[in-house]
């Protein structure tokens, strides 16, 4: 309890506290006996040390209860994606001593500090939601407020229709143009997933991404998108659409999937199938700073290796995540995009207009170029025009669209673009 107020004092950070209360342990007892029953416990204490992190706090309020303190999290979206990871880690059954026994759990959520400051109306507030969530299924959880638990529906809603996506076919590329600031010329795309639903409708990335990160399933997504690009790609140099371009193809690869597989050789398999077009010269692939966060070493490896087999590589969404000018000499960066939320103040706050002006000549002093993203008017482009910058994106210019659309655009682009100068 001490963890909550401490919470509140010293780190002034959001928390959580959670009461898991096990489905039905007085079954399980009455089943197989209260020998049985106290190993369990201690079973499904052991799971639950291994599932959170080393500085979250456990222990056991009640006979069957749990309490969990989650202190410093980032975001209250953490804890949804917390407890779908615990609700995984329980698919396995405990074996106490031969017996096989599945458990499933019933959850009450009470966040701090917006659902109290002290830790025993955070606790009374936790045992309220406990207490609704018992009333319902197994598995069921419960946030003491209430849009909290519409998003925590509508994560598990998009999950598992997520999980049918890609047998159903419903995600399909639109790529938005990058274009030379000087001449207005196109100098390549960026490729971004778009997802159909026939459930759901139309579903943004920023909706999605998080969720298929979280289940793994954002290697899969990856894999499709660079295989469809591919093809796409290989299909605009045979119309010979693309002779001109410098990065013909940008591809957003997760620091998620880093960690979970080897990009460079999933790239590299998927890009060797278009030997003739040579396509690795073609595709710039998007990192962002996390990626650098947990294991610097082996994302500069990698990178390496994609580097020396032709591939570009870009910093996106430069300056709001972990910056550090120690590591970014040492990186085989191409590119470094300039983000969206330096662009959207540029003419309205002076600093956001001297951290673009400090990208651009950091990047000049490196030899590598900028990308400034989320250009939206004329104002905005002449300012990053006057400050140096190489490549724009942005709907001033053009939106993302379909492979189709695209094409259209590179025919009629020449013609259009004079209505810009
Ligand atoms: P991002 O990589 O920073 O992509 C640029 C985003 O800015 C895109 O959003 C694009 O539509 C939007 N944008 C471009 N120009 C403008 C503009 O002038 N104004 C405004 N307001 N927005 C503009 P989108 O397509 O919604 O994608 C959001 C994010 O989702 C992307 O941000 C990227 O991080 C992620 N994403 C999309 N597709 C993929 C994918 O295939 N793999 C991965 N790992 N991430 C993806
Ligand atoms: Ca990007
Ligand atoms: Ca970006």
Redesign the pocket.
């Known amino acids: 309890m001490n963890a909550i107020n401490t919470g509140k004092t010293s780190y002034n950070r959001l928390g959580a506290f959670m009461l898991a209360d096990i489905y039905r342990f007085t079954y399980i007892n009455d089943v197989y006996g209260f020998d049985i029953g106290d190993e369990l416990l201690k079973a499904v204490g052991r799971r639950l040390k291994d599932i959170f992190r080393p500085t979250d706090i456990i222990g056991r309020v009640a006979s069957d209860t749990f309490g969990i303190i989650l202190t410093d999290l980032k975001d209250k979206e953490d804890i949804i994606i917390i407890l779908d990871r615990l609700r995984e880690a329980f698919e396995q059954p405990f074996n106490i001593n031969g017996n096989v026994i599945s458990v499933a759990m019933q959850i009450g959520i009470a966040i701090f500090p917006d659902n109290g400051t002290s830790a025993k109306e955070v606790y009374k507030n936790a045992d309220i939601s406990l207490a609704k969530a018992k009333k319902g299924i197994e598995w069921n959880y419960v946030f003491f407020s209430d849009d909290l638990n519409s998003r925590a529906s509508q994560f598990l809603l998009y999950k598992t229709n997520l999980e049918k996506a890609f047998e159903k076919e419903e995600f399909v590329i639109y790529y938005?143009p990058y274009f030379d600031i000087k001449t207005l010329e196109i100098v390549g795309f960026?490729?971004?997933?778009r997802w159909k639903s026939k459930e759901l409708g139309f579903v943004?990335?920023?909706h999605f991404?998080p969720i298929l990160e979280e289940s793994g399933l954002?290697s899969k997504?990856?894999s499709w998108?660079i295989n469809q690009a591919c093809k796409d790609l290989d299909y605009l140099y045979r119309i010979k659409l693309f002779a001109r371009m410098s990065i013909p193809v940008s591809i957003?690869?997760?620091p998620i999937s880093f960690k979970n597989e080897n990009v460079y050789e999933k790239v590299v398999n998927i890009v060797s199938k278009y030997k003739k077009t040579d396509l690795s010269s073609c595709i710039n692939i998007?990192i962002t700073e996390s990626l650098f966060l947990e294991n610097f070493e082996t994302a500069l490896f990698t990178l390496n290796k994609l580097k020396s087999s032709d591939f570009k590589i870009s910093i996106?969404?430069f300056g709001t995540g972990y910056s550090s000018f120690s590591y970014i000499k040492d990186l085989p960066i191409d590119y470094i995009k300039i983000d969206?939320s330096f662009v959207r103040h540029i003419l309205d706050d002076k600093k956001s207009k001297s951290i673009a002006k400090t990208i651009i000549e950091l990047a000049r002093n490196l030899e590598m170029k900028t990308i400034a993203?989320?250009?939206?008017t004329k104002e905005q482009f002449e300012v990053l025009k006057s400050l140096g910058c190489d490549i724009v994106?942005?709907?001033?210019l053009a939106r993302?669209m379909p492979i189709d659309e695209l094409i259209d655009f590179l025919e009629n682009w020449e013609h259009k673009k004079l209505n810009y100068y």
């Open positions: 938005q960026e490729a971004l997933t943004p990335p920023m991404i954002i997504l990856e998108l957003n690869i997760s998007e996106d969404d969206i993203e989320g250009v939206e994106q942005g709907f001033w993302p």
